[in-house]
């Protein structure tokens, strides 16, 4: 009888002992902070993160040395503040595969039976991917203009609208034969008419003669 209500007492102690989260979440490439309370009781004990779905079988990734000073195993570091009497996990880098089941987990000098077992609390990660900014795809054709100094920015349109369609108008075939053909005729006509003019204004011209 005694020695039920000594182990449900250790079981009691032990659970309280050790508290933390419950379940953290961060981003694909970013840092992830986990922060673990235990007792003041525990101070000078190795502390350690391990990953499994359960706390006996999970496999232990970095602990501590018993003291306050940071150890780190690849992209996850360690390290317990006694005087705050907390225990601080950064798993950096995230990617999708590390979300799942930790454990924030001390180590006991002593375990008397298969009942017995180091403080522990489940801490669930999970882990979201990685967010991008939206991009737009416009057509080469089109200019972003700001809101700001929208007076400047509609002249700039229309002397743009106004190339555009002269551009368009020197292309057409019609504008081509205007220029090439009618233009040049147009001219010459023009000058045989002045020339005319002035032969009839001369001094012993056709109209004098006349």
Same mark, same amino acid.
């Given at each position: 009888?005694?020695?039920?209500?000594? @182990?449900?007492?250790?079981?009691?102690?032990?659970? &309280?002992?050790?508290?933390?989260?419950? %379940?953290?979440?961060?981003?694909?490439?970013?840092?992830?902070?986990?922060?673990?309370?235990?007792?003041?009781?525990?101070?000078?004990?190795?502390?350690?993160?391990?990953?499994?779905?359960? !706390?006996?079988?999970?496999?232990?990734?970095? =602990?501590?040395?018993?003291?306050?000073? =940071?150890?780190?195993?690849?992209?996850?570091?360690?390290?317990?503040?006694?005087?705050? %009497?907390?225990?601080?996990?950064?798993?950096?880098?995230?990617?999708?595969?590390?979300?799942?089941?930790?454990?924030?987990?001390?180590?006991?000098?002593?375990?008397? !039976?298969?009942?017995?077992?180091?403080?522990?609390?489940?801490?669930?990660?999970?882990?979201?991917?990685?967010?991008?900014?939206? =991009?737009?795809? @416009?057509?080469?054709?089109?200019?972003?203009?700001?809101?700001?100094?929208?007076?400047?920015?509609?002249?700039? %349109?229309?002397?743009?609208?106004?190339?555009?369609?002269?551009?368009?108008?020197?292309?057409?075939?019609?504008?081509?034969?205007?220029? +090439? &053909?009618?233009?040049?005729? +147009?001219? %010459?006509?023009?000058?045989?008419?002045?020339?005319?003019?002035? &032969?009839?204004?001369?001094?012993?011209?056709?109209?004098? =003669?006349?």
């Amino acid at each position: 009888m005694w020695l039920c209500t000594g @182990l449900l007492l250790l079981c009691f102690q032990g659970c &309280l002992s050790l508290t933390g989260p419950g %379940s953290v979440s961060g981003y694909a490439g970013s840092s992830l902070h986990v922060q673990c309370r235990y007792t003041p009781s525990y101070k000078g004990y190795k502390k350690y993160w391990c990953r499994g779905p359960h !706390d006996t079988t999970c496999k232990t990734i970095v =602990e501590t040395d018993g003291s306050e000073k =940071e150890k780190k195993s690849g992209r996850v570091s360690i390290r317990d503040y006694a005087e705050n %009497s907390t225990i601080t996990v950064i798993m950096e880098n995230l990617s999708e595969d590390d979300a799942g089941s930790y454990w924030c987990k001390i180590q006991t000098s002593f375990i008397w !039976d298969s009942w017995s077992r180091d403080p522990s609390v489940r801490v669930k990660v999970h882990v979201f991917p990685a967010t991008t900014p939206m =991009e737009t795809t @416009l057509p080469a054709t089109t200019a972003i203009l700001p809101l700001a100094n929208s007076g400047k920015n509609l002249r700039i %349109s229309t002397n743009a609208m106004f190339i555009f369609q002269l551009w368009s108008l020197m292309s057409s075939i019609h504008f081509q034969v205007l220029v +090439f &053909l009618k233009l040049p005729l +147009f001219l %010459s006509m023009l000058c045989a008419i002045f020339w005319v003019n002035r &032969l009839w204004g001369i001094p012993g011209g056709p109209a004098q =003669e006349l």
